[in-house]
């Protein structure tokens, strides 16, 4: 989910309705089995790229980027310890701690493909939890070959469509057929739906052991189904403050026995509380007192989990 959440009084409407997307279920049905999303963040004019700030936040989901102009650079923050990227092309990556801000240097265009984690296996077999906190060269999951041509091709396609379109076929063509393990897949499902589902009721709806559930669930994404449904949870309360609901109401709406148990979530998982996590990046810049050391003036604030 990607969000421009505020804008600086006189930015210009360049960079508004910039992520132009596929709809993967008219696209093609084996796409719509493990990709949600592919958008195309597309800021060529180099000053409104630098006045963006692209704030990421913690996810269940994989993200599959291909660059098209200036690589990105970011900065990852949790807590009190800060871990400055340099710049990265073509990767694959998964937030499950921390924040990361990523700030254009230059003129911006990705092409961002969402996996859904319970069927992400189809195109990147049994190896998710590699991907965690991790950005993951797509030379090293793919033919590097193979990822040359795609970058090529995207990098010198006339429009948005078109660089789209050469994602989805580069994905497709790479789907695996062998089926993923189905309990994982329906674990996953289950706890996307209902984080506050307890490990053991989850074990019984699948008529498997609990044992059997978190050998199965660790061996893919490499923690068990209890932390997995912790950041499935802060999904859901991300996506009802995105629509207005009071952090009261989100805490008991999303199965938190009160409002400091969510924020201990956040902590723990962020290391941040979560009015602090959803600032945006403007705000946090206009707090910085050494004025003179800050990157380009933040214009537009976008946040993507």
Not at 134 to 157: M, P, Q, W
Not at 183 to 207: F, I
Not at 222 to 234: C, D, E, H, N, Q
Request: proline residues 6%; glycine residues 4%; positive net charge.
């Amino acid at each position: 989910m990607s969000q421009l959440v505020s804008r600086a009084s006189g930015a210009s409407n360049i960079a508004i309705n910039r992520c132009p997307s596929i709809n993967v279920h008219e696209y093609s049905p084996l796409l719509a089995t493990f990709v949600e999303e592919i958008v195309d963040w597309d800021f060529p004019d180099s000053e409104t790229a630098r006045g963006v700030a692209i704030k990421v936040l913690p996810s269940t989901r994989p993200y599959f980027i291909v660059q098209y102009r200036d690589p990105m650079i970011s900065l990852r923050r949790f807590r009190d310890t800060e871990n400055r990227h340099g710049r990265y092309r073509n990767v694959i990556i998964q937030m499950e701690t921390g924040i990361t801000t990523v700030r254009p240097s230059g003129p911006l265009g990705a092409i961002i493909a969402r996996f859904k984690p319970e069927a992400a296996v189809h195109v990147l077999r049994e190896r998710l939890h590699c991907f965690a906190d991790s950005k993951i060269d797509l030379g090293n999951v793919f033919d590097a070959h193979e990822v040359g041509l795609l970058e090529e091709r995207v990098s010198e396609a006339p429009s948005s469509s078109e660089r789209l379109a050469a994602v989805a076929q580069f994905l497709c063509a790479h789907a695996c057929s062998r089926e993923p393990d189905p309990v994982v897949c329906q674990a996953v499902a289950c706890l996307r739906r209902d984080p506050s589902l307890q490990v053991g009721r989850l074990a019984a709806k699948l008529d498997v052991s609990e044992r059997q559930l978190l050998r199965k669930f660790q061996a893919l994404f490499g923690v068990s189904p209890k932390l997995f449904a912790r950041s499935a949870r802060i999904e859901k309360v991300l996506a009802a403050r995105r629509n207005g609901s009071r952090w009261a109401d989100i805490a008991y709406g999303c199965g938190f026995a009160d409002q400091a148990h969510m924020i201990g979530d956040f902590n723990a998982v962020l290391g941040s509380s979560p009015e602090r996590a959803l600032l945006p990046a403007s705000a946090e810049q206009r707090r910085i007192a050494d004025k003179a050391s800050a990157a380009a003036p933040i214009a537009y604030d976008y946040f993507l989990w």
